[in-house]
């Protein structure tokens, strides 16, 4: 029944080596999105799919990049993982843009970096 | 200007007794929608209840009430009941009509006692 799977939910990946998170639906949802979330703070958007447009938040780094090859799949990919990159990283997905009540989270990959 | 604001960083209740978690937001759309969302330790965001801006009613949903007073401008989360699981972060947040952006508060830490 799980309708976001994020995988993996825990990663370990070592500083400067690649990591990739992914992040897939069922739900046939047109909006994927990416929130880091550090430690006793609040969700922050890095970027979001509206179909396959691409829309990136002017402060996500440089070093954060994303992937969405189809409707049901999207990737948080880290280039150079730094320390301060370690977070909950959450995948959430929306039917479409307004206010409506359709916005689903995944249940997060939380990343170390040694 | 906060979109979302929480004012209690935390909150301590006692088991079985009610307890009411602030929110305050900040749009001029007509149409938006309020959210809460719970996160335990583990870190999945998990919703708890929904109220769009032209529902007269207020929200509920179980033990949880969602108190809207649009004049206000105030969308705060009544628990019933504490249970000793209903211990986590809570997260008020707000979409609105126009645009993908989905604004969360700082969060408020909940603690209940036995």
């Known amino acids: 029944d799980a309708m976001v799977i994020q995988n993996p939910r825990y990663q370990v990946t070592q500083f400067g080596k690649p990591v990739t998170l992914s992040c897939s639906q069922t739900?046939?949802?047109?909006?994927m999105y990416w929130y880091q979330q550090k430690s006793s703070q609040a969700p922050k958007l890095l970027f979001h799919?509206?179909?396959?447009?691409?829309?990136n938040e002017a402060d996500t780094p440089d070093n954060f990049q994303s992937r969405r090859p189809n409707t049901s799949f999207c990737f948080l990919d880290i280039r150079s993982p730094g320390l301060g990159d370690a977070a909950m990283y959450l995948c959430?997905?929306?039917?479409?843009?307004?206010?409506?009540?359709?916005?689903?989270f995944g249940s997060g990959t939380r990343l170390t970096v040694v | 200007a906060q979109k979302i604001t929480q004012t209690q960083p935390g909150m301590f209740v006692q088991e079985k007794e009610a307890v009411t978690l602030d929110c305050t937001y900040d749009?001029?759309?007509?149409?938006?929608?309020l959210f809460w969302y719970k996160q335990p330790s583990s870190g999945e965001m998990i919703f708890l209840i929904y109220?769009?801006?032209?529902?007269?009613q207020n929200a509920t949903e179980g033990r949880y009430s969602l108190n809207f007073q649009k004049a206000r401008k105030s969308a705060n989360l009544v628990i019933s009941a504490s249970q000793l699981g209903d211990s986590a972060m809570y997260f008020c947040?707000?979409?609105?009509?126009?645009?993908?952006?989905?604004?969360f508060g700082t969060g408020t830490s909940l603690t209940v006692i036995p």
């Open positions: 959430a997905t929306s039917r479409d843009r307004g206010a409506g009540r359709g916005y689903t």
């Open positions: 109220q769009g801006s032209y529902d007269e």
């Open positions: 799919y509206y179909d396959k447009d691409f829309n």
């Open positions: 739900l046939n949802h047109n909006v």
């Open positions: 749009t001029s759309d007509q149409s938006y929608g």
């Open positions: 947040a707000m979409r609105e009509g126009k645009g993908d952006q989905f604004y």
